[in-house]
Antibody, heavy 120, light 107 residues
Framework: EVQLVESGGGLVQPGGSLRISCAAS????????MSWVRQAPGKGLEWVSA???????YYADSVKGRFTISRDNSKNTLYLQMNSLRAEDTAVYYC??????????????WGQGTLVTVSS | IVLTQSPGTLSLSPGERATLSCRAS???????LAWYQQKPGQAPRLLIY???SRATGIPDRFSGSGSGTDFTLTISRLEPEDFAVYYC?????????FGQGTKVEIK
């Protein structure tokens, strides 16, 4: 059974930094693209970032230059380093497993999410 | 690609048929269109991919159709557990984009 467990969310001040993690199990982690999707309170879904097992990275324009996605294939863990955080980054951040190792892919499994709140 | 879902809210009774629309601002490459269901406090769940293929474990009352710029998710007979928010997503072009969602509520 695929399991994705996010952690590391919390309250951070504007301009601050936070790193969230996603521990994966139940599948061969290195065979799949992994991604982050966020959802602001009461709003819809927004794709944030993705990373292939071969270390290619992709970002939404809204976070480019501020967020960095990475993965540790030896620990089956995905990370998102978030710097220069803004109030509009407040959201539940979901870790999502892609359907394959490269484009095109949809998201076939999701974690339960971790809440990041940016506020003073 | 901007995806526009309609209606915003659909008020129906259990047993009724639900028809949800997703319109794209430009053609979706190779019908790379997925549908997700999200219940309050839960993560999204994949229902449909490739515009019309059901994901593993999804009941056959859920069906997807369409091509190009117009796509439809149909729930043939609503069960109590189907009342939720539904999102379409295109994955043929970068960045992957989602529609704003359609809420299916109990009438």
């Amino acid at each position: 059974e695929v399991q994705l467990v996010e952690s590391g969310g919390g309250l951070v001040q504007p301009g601050g930094s936070l790193r969230i993690s996603c521990a994966a199990s139940g599948f061969t982690f290195t065979n799949y693209v992994m991604s982050w999707v966020r959802q602001a309170p009461g709003k819809g879904l927004e794709w944030v970032s993705a990373m292939s097992s071969g270390s290619s990275t992709y970002y939404a324009d809204s976070v480019k230059g501020r967020f960095t996605i990475s993965r540790d294939n030896s620990k089956n863990t995905l990370y998102l380093q978030m710097n220069s955080l803004r109030a509009e980054d407040t959201a539940v951040y979901y870790c999502a497993k892609a359907s394959g190792s490269s484009w095109p892919y949809y998201f076939d499994n999701w974690g339960q999410g971790t809440l990041v709140t940016v506020s003073s | 690609i901007v995806l526009t879902q309609s209606p915003g809210t659909l008020s129906l009774s259990p047993g009724e048929r639900a028809t949800l629309s997703c319109r794209a601002s430009q053609s979706v490459s190779s019908n790379y269109l997925a549908w997700y269901q999200q219940k309050p406090g839960q993560a999204p769940r994949l229902l449909i991919y490739g515009a019309s293929s059901r994901a593993t474990g999804i009941p056959d009352r859920f069906s997807g159709s369409g091509s190009g710029t117009d796509f439809t998710l149909t729930i043939s007979r609503l069960e109590p557990e189907d009342f939720a928010v539904y999102y379409c997503q295109q994955y043929g072009s970068s960045p992957r984009t989602f529609g704003q969602g359609t809420k299916v509520e109990i009438k």
